[in-house]
Structures are given as structure tokens and as C-alpha cells.
Nanobody
Framework: HVQLVESGGGSVQAGGSLRLSCAASGYTYNRNCMAWFRQAPGKEREGVAFLHSGGGTTYYADSVKGRFTISRDNAKNTVYLQMEDLEPEDTAMYYC????????????????????WGQGTQVTVS
């Protein structure tokens, strides 16, 4: 049974920072793909950062490039999203996602690319 549990969300002022964590259990992601998505009220779920754990490849949405960094700790089976210089537009529920199928460069920031999802953690920037 695969479980993804996010933590680290909260309220922060514009220009501040937060680090989100996604702890994976029942899922060996060392050679697979994980990502962070976000969804604001009334908007579609948006992919913001991708990580291929095997090769360390990362990919970011233009809206967060240069401000967000996705990383992993294999020993802890945890993926992180370091968010810097936060803006009110970053306010959303943030979700961790994992893929168990083979790697593809197509659709890495689209929800259908992923097989497992966490429950989300709220980030509010004012």
C-alpha cells in the first residue's frame, strides 16, 4: 500500500520561505518520478516541480522557476520542495505525487502522469 504524506505548509508573508516535505511509504522511488502540484480554489491542479529520483533530473513550471527547488533524501524516502520569495499567487493546497510507470519526458507536470497522490498541505501567502 503506497502512502504519500505531505507536511510543512503554513502561513507566511510575501517574500518568505517554506519547505514542504513528502514522506513516502510502501513505495520505492529511487528510480522513479515524483512531483509537486498545487491547486488554488476554483483553479485546475498545476504541476510546479518534477524530480526523476534515479538520475536527479528536475523540471519546473515557469511560474516557480528560480524560486522553488525540488530535492530528495533517499535514506528517508522523502522529497522536499523548498520555496523561496513566496508570492500571494503561490497560495494553494500543495500535493505530492508519485509515478510507478517507466520514465517519460512527456507530461511530467500533468496530473495524469502520476499514479499516487498525497492528501495535501495548505500554503497561504499574504
Amino acid at each position: 500500500h503506497v502512502q504519500l504524506v505531505e507536511s510543512g505548509g503554513g502561513s507566511v508573508q510575501a517574500g518568505g520561505s517554506l519547505r514542504l516535505s513528502c514522506a513516502a511509504s510502501g513505495y520505492t522511488y529511487n528510480r522513479n518520478c515524483m512531483a509537486w502540484f498545487r491547486q488554488a480554489p476554483g483553479k485546475e491542479r498545476e504541476g510546479v516541480a518534477f524530480l526523476h529520483s534515479g538520475g536527479g533530473t528536475t523540471y519546473y513550471a515557469d511560474s516557480v522557476k528560480g524560486r522553488f527547488t525540488i530535492s530528495r533524501d533517499n535514506a528517508k524516502n522523502t522529497v522536499y520542495l523548498q520555496m523561496e520569495d513566496l508570492e500571494p499567487e503561490d497560495t494553494a493546497m500543495y500535493y505530492c505525487a508519485a509515478r510507478s510507470r517507466s520514465y517519460s519526458t512527456t507530461g511530467r507536470l500533468l496530473p495524469g502522469y502520476y499514479d499516487y497522490w498525497g492528501q495535501g498541505t495548505q500554503v497561504t501567502v499574504s
